[in-house]
């Protein structure tokens, strides 16, 4: 205890009778230079030039030299030179200077693999191929150490990965797997391209028609793709990256886009992710293809419902080209419909073009264009009156893309582009009281924009998404009362800018927990106003175990550009217009929330799987107005709509029989306070139970068998168009004063389309050929509406179109033979 005491005030009497020596010690100056002498001699030096006590370890300063200089300067310079370029700090404690080794944090070292993953004869990207990696000791590949999809440039990066021998796994569908071993070092990333052989798959072509069943326009008259939650309207269409306004084709019979032209197709229906926005509804994402880098090919097929060819090959080194063309032609298919009512004259023309270059291993720049043109006819007369409609629409389109892989985890795709769309509809009514004059309707919209889209693989967790994207829209249209039987509209000088920005990360919380979150912000500004909104997205993945994942997601919509689809022509042809958004005609805006669930069974042979969502929609847009206006912002009723249901499917993915049974339950409800008494009614194309079966049997290389059942329900018959009271299924009428109009009358009834196909595939010549014998009832081949007109003052309502509703019997034959070379 006496020694403790001893020992304090030695201590307190060194610190505090001192302090002024110490100071003038350490304000001493001096002036040295050392070159390469040991530390221990340069700190010795030191301490007999000040003096000033420093303390250190010998393991701390052995092996290590100082170098350094001073003039005039005081100890801590000094003593900071001296310690440049070593790991040690000091730090005063009393009157002494204690060395000591600074404390560094742990720094993880880990390398990156990266790469593309293509087609090894004709160089296209893979997208959502399957890269997988294994320590190079396990034998289950079915439980990687990592895990990469390739992104729609066949790009994928695998981050953090400690130093160390591996096994790289890469699957496609459709193509060979790849395996191969790798060294992963620390000090840079490892570059690795993948190119897959294809493997031989028994009547390829079978999966394509699937993809045709699915994307055509025969799952709604004139109402393009159907998706649930929402009409087709609102859905978007993008091919290449463009904006497609309106591809669909009428009656049903041919697919949006010819499939042969076709790379890829993306269907997103929840959970939109934040790169996609501006309209409520699905997406369909249609990628061409580059072209074959090896060889000229193509396709050529002839058949009573239209005659297409594509060629791609090389145009010269690091060049290839696609050209693909279609002439749809389903009017004279089938003669023998005379004896059941001769189908209107249809056309469909189509025309796809794409040239690649490859700049570099990482670099690509390509450039496209799209043409596509529909027509459809009719005439008809009633006593002395007689009608000829003309209707056409078309959609014309060009892109330059530059796709490039910046680093070992940096994605990049930027691209310049321009799209039009536009729509006529000519009306000839003739006889009394009617002089022969034309009555016509013109539409016209075109983009003109840029657009840069980044993705960052940054770690193992973590992959962020981002881009900008710039569009000057410009719509012009004169739109007469006879189109749309309720009032005469014009569009003219109508021009805005629409500027959106985006980002998401998708991020991997635990390893079968993943989430992506996002959002997108916008700003529409034109010569009707400003608007901007922000809209978040959110979508959540659970795999409970191998077989089985939850998923849900929140997306929400601000709608800027609206297309007109309310009344008159507009409902029974897929001609159709869009108007903006400004101070007076306010954005819809949708939030949905979707939940299901999926299982994998008999080794994922089979799919079953449950889909929930619910949809609300503000600002929901409805007209009323007599013919007495054309100021489009006047007639405009805002409401809301709400839409729910779940969809139940069963799908058997592989074997010799393949196909799925989707069946949906969906309600939807509609209400706006001026319409129908402030009471809820449904929309004109409401489904309240749909049930669909496809399915083939290829029991081996040459033959294949399939069958395509749709069948949709309708409401309960048309209300009346004077409802007694606010009802469910009342109609929309306009205020007395302007006469009354059934907004809400030409609903689509439900309608049942069959399909059943014979494929044969033979080889003659060197070739493969493909014979298809298809039987399809009446819809998409029969005119399915019935046109009347009438002796009417009001032109609004001289003239009706009633939806016929199609059996699924008779059937009738169309043929088609196709030739690969």
């Known amino acids: 205890m006496i020694r403790t005491a001893i020992l304090c005030i030695s201590l307190l009497v060194t610190l505090g009778i001192h302090p002024g020596a110490e100071a003038q010690e350490r304000h001493a100056r001096t002036s040295f230079t050392f070159r ?135 699957q496609a569908i459709g193509y060979q797997s790849a395996f191969l071993s790798v060294s992963v070092p620390d000090d840079r990333p490892v570059r690795l391209d993948f190119t897959l052989a294809p ?117 010269a080194d690091n060049t290839t080209f696609l050209l693909s063309g279609r002439r749809g032609y389903p009017d004279p298919a089938v003669p023998f419909l005379e004896n059941h009512g001769t189908p209107s004259p249809l056309g469909s023309s189509e025309l796809v073009a794409r040239i690649s270059r490859r700049l570099s291993a990482s670099d690509r720049l390509a450039f496209s264009a799209y043409y596509g043109e529909d027509s459809y006819n009719n005439y008809t007369q009633s006593d002395s009156v007689q009608l000829s409609n003309n209707f056409s629409w078309g959609n014309s389109a060009l892109n330059v893309q530059w796709t490039a892989v910046v680093s070992s985890s940096v994605f990049l795709q930027a691209s310049g582009f321009y799209t039009r769309y536009n729509a006529t509809l000519q009306h000839l009514m003739s006889g009394q009281p009617w002089p022969p004059s034309p009555l016509s309707s013109g539409y016209m919209i075109e983009d003109a924009g840029i657009r840069a889209h980044a993705e960052h693989f940054y770690d193992d967790t973590h992959t962020v998404r981002g881009g900008v994207e710039l569009v000057h829209h410009r719509m012009a249209g004169s739109i007469s009362s006879f189109s749309t039987q309720i009032g005469r509209l014009s569009l003219e000088g109508l021009s805005s800018w629409e500027l959106s920005v985006y980002l998401q990360d998708s991020w991997r919380i635990l390893p079968g927990v993943s989430a992506e979150l996002g959002a997108r912000a916008t700003t529409f500004s034109g010569n009707r106003g400003t608007l901007s909104g922000i809209d978040p997205r959110f979508s959540l993945l659970v795999d409970l175990n191998e077989q089985t994942r939850v998923y849900g997601a929140l997306t929400s919509i601000n709608q800027y550009l609206h297309p007109y689809r309310n009344s008159g022509v507009f409902l029974v042809s897929p001609a159709m217009f869009w108007y903006p958004s400004g101070e007076s005609v306010k954005p819809s805006t949708a939030v949905q929330f979707t939940l299901g669930i999926q299982r994998d069974l008999e080794n994922h042979m089979y799919e079953v799987s449950a889909e929930s969502y619910y949809r609300v929609t503000n600002a929901l847009h409805e007209f009323a107005f007599s013919s007495g206006t054309d100021l489009l912002e006047e007639a405009i009723h805002f409401g809301t709509g709400t839409a729910y249901g779940a969809q139940f499917l069963l799908r058997r993915r592989t074997g010799d029989l393949t196909g799925s049974i989707v069946y949906t339950l969906s309600w939807e409800d509609q209400q706006f306070d001026d319409l129908n008494g402030g009471a809820p009614f449904p929309p004109r194309f409401e489904r309240r139970h749909e049930l669909k079966v496809e399915s083939w049997y290829a029991p081996d290389s040459r033959w294949a068998f399939g069958v395509l059942c749709l069948i949709a329900s309708d409401l309960s018959p048309s209300p009346a168009p004077h409802p007694a009271g606010p009802a469910r299924d009342a109609a929309i009428v306009l205020p007395a004063a302007t006469g009354d109009v059934d907004l809400n009358g030409s609903r689509l009834p439900g309608f049942q389309r069959l399909e059943l196909n014979v494929l044969r595939r033979f080889v003659a010549g060197g070739y493969d050929w493909q014979l298809a014998f298809r039987l399809v009832n009446g819809y998409g081949l029969l005119d399915p509406f019935t046109w009347q007109v009438r002796q009417s003052a009001d032109v609004r309502t001289s003239w009706s179109a009633i939806v016929e509703k199609i059996a699924l019997f008779p059937l009738y034959p169309t043929v088609g033979l196709s030739v690969r070379f």
């Open 199 to 315: 493997r031989e798959i028994i009547l390829p072509e079978v999966a394509v028609e699937g993809k045709r069943s699915a994307l055509s326009t025969a799952e709604g008259f004139a109402r393009g793709t159907y998706i649930r939650t929402a009409p087709s309207d609102p859905h978007q269409y993008y091919l290449d990256g463009v904006r497609i306004y309106n591809p669909s084709h009428f009656g049903g019979v041919l697919s949006t886009f010819n499939p042969d032209a076709l790379n890829d197709v993306d269907i997103v229906v929840g959970g939109l992710p934040p790169s996609y926005g501006g309209r409520i509804g699905g997406v369909l994402d249609y990628a061409l293809r580059n072209g074959n880098r090896a060889h000229l090919s193509g396709t050529a097929s002839i058949g009573s419902l239209g005659t297409d060819l594509s060629l791609e090959g090389p145009l």
């Open 36 to 170: 390469e002498i040991p530390l221990s001699v340069a700190l010795d030096s030191l301490m007999r030039w000040f003096p000033v006590s420093i303390v250190y370890l010998d393991r701390d300063v052995d092996g290590k030299a100082a170098t350094a200089s001073c003039v005039e300067c005081t100890f801590e310079t000094a003593l900071n030179n001296v310690l440049v370029g070593t790991s040690l700090a000091w730090m005063n404690i009393g009157n002494q200077v204690v060395l000591k080794e600074r404390s560094v944090p742990s720094v993880r070292v880990t390398g990156t693999v990266a790469g593309l993953v293509t087609d090894s004869v004709t160089g296209e990207s893979l997208a959502g191929a399957n890269v997988l990696l294994n320590e190079h000791t396990s034998t289950d590949r079915r439980d990687p150490f990592r895990w990469c999809p390739a992104n729609t440039g066949g790009f994928y990066s695998l981050r953090s990965i400690p130093p160390g021998t591996y096994t790289i796994t890469v």
